[in-house]
C-alpha cells in the first residue's frame, strides 16, 4: 500500500505519477478538467505528458492586496484606501464552523487526497460522459487556490485576469503541478488558510474577514453555523448567491452547505435543521475606501500622501513599481497630520467659509524646521458631487492640485526684500517711489536684460508718493517701492531666492523674469507659500515639505520614506530683519485682523487685481500657515458686493476674509503649544515730515490691487489698517497701473 504522510494523501511524487497514470488511462482530464468527448480527452492527453516537466517548479505566490490604513500623527485612523478589501488572518481567527462549511461544500475529500482527487477526476470524468458535456468538475481546493494566486497576480488587467481563468487543458495541467508543489510545502492547514484569504465573497470582499466584516459586521472567528455556510456558498457564484440582492436564491444554497456538511458528519442533522430553519440576518457594513471616507476634512490631505507614494522614486524606481505597492497594499502609513490643527483648520474654514459659496478658501499648516504638513483643508470637500471636487487647491498641479495655481499678490514681497537684503540693501533703504512711473528699464536678469516697451506701475492710491523706507514700504505694500527695489539688484537674486524658498509655479513653469514679479504675478500654491515663510520663521534655513513619517507593511517591515531636506537660503540676520518687517503687519499694518494676541506672530496679506484672490501668508516661530480665497473654478469671481459664510463684503481684502481664518486656523492649532519669540532687530525709522511731503495712506480698508496684461489677476492693493493715525485716508480709493508683459500692478498688502 503507498506511503501516504502525515497530512493525508500521497506524496507529490506519487501523485504525479499516479496522475500521468490515470491520465494516459483514461484519456485524461487533467487537474479537474472533464471534457465530453473521448477523441478531445486524447488529442488534449498528448503533448501534455511531454510538457509537464517543462512547467516551471515554483509557483510564485504573490503577497495578497490588502486594505492600507493612513493614519495621523498619533495614530488615529484618516482613511482607508485598497485595490481589494482584504485583511488578511490566521486560521485560528476563522470561526471552525466555516473552515468546515468551505471544505464541505468545495472538496470534502480535502483531508483525504493530494493534489488532486483521483476518485473525484473518475467520478467526473464517468458524470461527463453519461451527459454529453461537462456537468461536472473535479479541481480540489489546492488547486482552486492556486488558480486564485493566478488571478490575484493578474491584478486589475482584464487580459491577465481572461488568461488566469480560461478553460483550457494547459491551464489546468499548469494548476495541477503547482498544486503539487503547494501540497508538498504547505500542508492542508496553512492550503486552507489561504484559500480563505484568497477567495472572494462578492461585494468587493477578498477574504473571509472582509466577507465577515461586509455581511455581518463582525469578524471571521465569531461566525455563527448558519452564517459560515452562507458564505461559503457564496463562494461557487458570487454575483448568483449575493445575499444582498437576492436572499431567496442566497438561502437555498447556503442550505445546500448545511446538508452537504451534515451529510459529510460536520454537524449533526439536527443543527443542520436548526440552521436551515433560521432566517438570514445580515448586518451589512458597506465598503469604505479611498480619500473620501477622510475624516476630519482631510481627504486632500490623503491625496496628497498617495501622489508622494505613486511620484516619489523611495517608494519603487518606476512609476509601476510605485503602484504595484501601493495597489498591494496591507500598508500602515503613519502620517505628519497634527489631528489638533486639522481640526481647527477644517472649524475656522467652517466658521468662514460656507461650502455653497461662490467662491473657496484653501489653508496649508506647516511646521518650520521640520517641514511636516500639519493641516490641510479646503471649503470644497473632497467628492464627486456639487459643490465638492478632487482638485486639491493647496497642492501644485502635479500632485492633483489646480492647473495654474492663484496668484499671490503682495505675499510675495517679502521674497524680494529677502533677496535685497542679502544683496547687501540696508533695512533702511529709501526709494523715491513715486504714484507712478515707468517700469525701469533696463533691468539685469539670469539672462539678457529685460526692456520695458512702455508699461507702468502705479500706487494704490494718488496721496501714496514717495520716498518710503523698506519698513513703511513692507507695512504699506508700495508697488513703486518694490519696483525700484527689483530694479537695484536685478531680477535674478529674486528669482534664485525663490528658488532657495521652494518657491515654484503651481504649473511647474519657471518664474517669469519680469519686474512685475515683485507684485506677485505668478500663480502658486498655499503649501508653496506657506512652506516658504516656513524659512523665515526658521531664521532662513528651507526644509522641502513632508507628509509621511514611516510606512509599515503588512509584514511588519519598515519602507523607507521621504525626509525633509533642509538647507540654508538666506543669513540668519536676513530671516530676522524680515520677519522684524513682517512682524509690523499684524501689529499695526494691513494684516491686525489676523494678529494673534498670545504670541509672537508675522504675516503678509496680498489681493490681486479684481479682487478674484486674497492671501493672508503668517507664521509663528514654531507653526506658519497661508490661506487663499478665490473662485474654485475657471470662471473668475471678483470679490466685490460679495456674501461668504453669510457674511456680506462690499470689498475683498487680505487681511479681512483670509486673515481672520488664519487666524482661528492658527489660534487652534497652537492652542496649549509653547509661544516662543522671534529674533527681531531694530530697524530705525528715517527721519520725514509727512505733511510737507503730501502724503496719505493707502485705502482706509485695508488692501492691495493690480492689473496683469497677461490676463492673469494680479497683486495689487495695499496692507489696509491705518498705523499712521494722524494721516487723513480716503475711504475705499482703490488703483492700479499698467506694467509690460511681466503684468500690470498695483500696490498691495
Keep these: 500500500m503507498p506511503k501516504k504522510r502525515s ?97 464541505a461544500i468545495e472538496d470534502a475529500r480535502f483531508y483525504d487526497h493530494g493534489a488532486i482527487d483521483l476518485k473525484g477526476v473518475l467520478r467526473a470524468v464517468n458524470r461527463n460522459a453519461q451527459t454529453g458535456g461537462v456537468s461536472q468538475g473535479a479541481s480540489t481546493l489546492t488547486q482552486q487556490y492556486v488558480k486564485n494566486v493566478f488571478v490575484e497576480e493578474a491584478g486589475d488587467d482584464p ?63 465569531d461566525l455563527e453555523l448558519e452564517e459560515a455556510a452562507l458564505l461559503a456558498g457564496i463562494v461557487q457564484s458570487p454575483s448568483r448567491y449575493d445575499p444582498v440582492n437576492d436572499s431567496e436564491e442566497a438561502t437555498k444554497r447556503r442550505n445546500t452547505v448545511l446538508q452537504r456538511m451534515a451529510d459529510v458528519r460536520d454537524v449533526s442533522q439536527a443543527e443542520a435543521d436548526r440552521a436551515k430553519a433560521t432566517p438570514i440576518k ?13 475624516v476630519s476634512g482631510a481627504g486632500f490631505f490623503c491625496d496628497y500622501v498617495r501622489e508622494v507614494f505613486l511620484s516619489d522614486p523611495v517608494f519603487g524606481k518606476t512609476k509601476e513599481d510605485r503602484a504595484k505597492v501601493w495597489n498591494q497594499g496591507g500598508l500602515k502609513i503613519r502620517t505628519t497630520l497634527d489631528p489638533q490643527a486639522q481640526q481647527s483648520v477644517q472649524a475656522s474654514i467652517k466658521n468662514h467659509v460656507y461650502q455653497s459659496d461662490k467662491i473657496a478658501t484653501a489653508v496649508t499648516l506647516v511646521e518650520p524646521g521640520s517641514g511636516k504638513v500639519l493641516g490641510m483643508g479646503q471649503s470644497r470637500p473632497y467628492g464627486f458631487k456639487s459643490n465638492e471636487t478632487t482638485i486639491n487647491f493647496s497642492a501644485n498641479k502635479s500632485m492633483g492640485g489646480s492647473a495654474y495655481g492663484f496668484p499671490t499678490g503682495s505675499t510675495f514681497k517679502p521674497f524680494v526684500a529677502a533677496a535685497a537684503i542679502e544683496q547687501g540693501i540696508p533695512a533702511t533703504k529709501t526709494y523715491s517711489a513715486p504714484y507712478d512711473m515707468p517700469y525701469p528699464s ?27 523706507a523698506m519698513k513703511e514700504a513692507m507695512a504699506k505694500s508700495v508697488n513703486t517701492y518694490f519696483v525700484q527695489m527689483i530694479s537695484e539688484i536685478g531680477i535674478c537674486p529674486v528669482t534664485q531666492m525663490a528658488s532657495k524658498l521652494g518657491v515654484i509655479q503651481a504649473d511647474g513653469q519657471k518664474l517669469k523674469e519680469v519686474p512685475a514679479i515683485s507684485l506677485g504675478t505668478e500663480g502658486m500654491s498655499p503649501l508653496t507659500m506657506a512652506n516658504a515663510y516656513a524659512t523665515f520663521a526658521n531664521r532662513g534655513t528651507y526644509c522641502t515639505p513632508v507628509f509621511i513619517e514611516s510606512v509599515v507593511t503588512a509584514q511588519g517591515k519598515d519602507l523607507p520614506v521621504p525626509r525633509s531636506t533642509c538647507s540654508r537660503a538666506m543669513s540668519e540676520k536676513t530671516a530676522d530683519t524680515i520677519n522684524t518687517l513682517l512682524k509690523g503687519v499684524v501689529d499695526s499694518g494691513t494684516g491686525q485682523q489676523a494678529g494673534l494676541t498670545s504670541r509672537d506672530n508675522a504675516g503678509k496679506t496680498g489681493t490681486t487685481d479684481g479682487r478674484h484672490n486674497a492671501w493672508f501668508v503668517g507664521y ?59 529674533n527681531t532687530v531694530h530697524i530705525p525709522n528715517p527721519d520725514k515730515d509727512k505733511g510737507d511731503r503730501g502724503r496719505g495712506r493707502d485705502r482706509g480698508d485695508d488692501e492691495d490691487e493690480g492689473d496683469h496684461d497677461d490676463g492673469k489677476p494680479g497683486d495689487g492693493g495695499n496692507d489696509g489698517g491705518n498705523p499712521w493715525p494722524d494721516i487723513s485716508i480716503p475711504p475705499d480709493l482703490i488703483g492700479g497701473g499698467h506694467g509690460n508683459g511681466g503684468g500690470r500692478g498695483g500696490n498691495g498688502p
Design 620 to 678: 509663528t516661530p514654531n507653526l506658519a500657515g497661508a490661506v487663499w480665497v478665490g473662485a474654485a473654478g475657471a470662471k473668475q469671481v471678483p470679490m466685490e458686493n460679495i456674501t461668504i459664510g453669510g457674511v456680506y463684503h462690499d470689498k475683498v481684502f487680505g487681511g479681512q476674509v483670509p486673515g481672520p481664518i488664519w487666524k482661528d486656523a492658527m489660534s487652534g492649532a497652537l492652542d496649549g503649544k509653547p509661544a516662543p519669540g522671534f
Design 7 to 103: 497530512g493525508g494523501g500521497l506524496t507529490g511524487t506519487q501523485q504525479a505519477a499516479k496522475f500521468l497514470g490515470v491520465a494516459a488511462l483514461s484519456g485524461a482530464v487533467l487537474a479537474g478538467i472533464a471534457l465530453p468527448a473521448a477523441g478531445a480527452l486524447g488529442l488534449a492527453a498528448k503533448g501534455t505528458v511531454e510538457g509537464f516537466d517543462e512547467i516551471p517548479a515554483n509557483l510564485k505566490t504573490p503577497p495578497l492586496s490588502q486594505r492600507t490604513t493612513i493614519l495621523d500623527a498619533q495614530g488615529g485612523s484618516i482613511a482607508t484606501v485598497y485595490s481589494r478589501d482584504r485583511t488578511v488572518v490566521d486560521l485560528k481567527d476563522i470561526s471552525p464552523y466555516m473552515q468546515k462549511a468551505i471544505v
Design 159 to 221: 487580459t491577465k485576469v481572461a488568461q488566469a481563468t480560461q478553460q483550457t487543458l494547459g491551464r489546468k495541467v499548469r494548476e495541477l503541478k503547482y498544486a503539487i508543489q503547494v501540497e508538498e510545502e504547505l500542508g492542508k492547514k496553512k492550503i486552507l488558510e489561504n484559500y480563505l484569504n484568497i477567495t472572494f465573497f462578492g461585494q468587493q470582499a477578498y477574504g473571509i474577514e472582509s466577507a465577515s466584516k461586509r455581511y455581518f459586521s463582525k469578524s471571521a472567528k
Design 442 to 468: 533696463p533691468v539685469e536678469t539670469c539672462d539678457k536684460p529685460w526692456v520695458n516697451t512702455g508699461d507702468t506701475v502705479e500706487n494704490e492710491n494718488e496721496q501714496e508718493v514717495g520716498p518710503y
Design 282 to 294: 445580515l448586518n451589512v457594513s458597506r465598503p469604505k475606501n479611498g480619500c473620501i471616507t477622510a
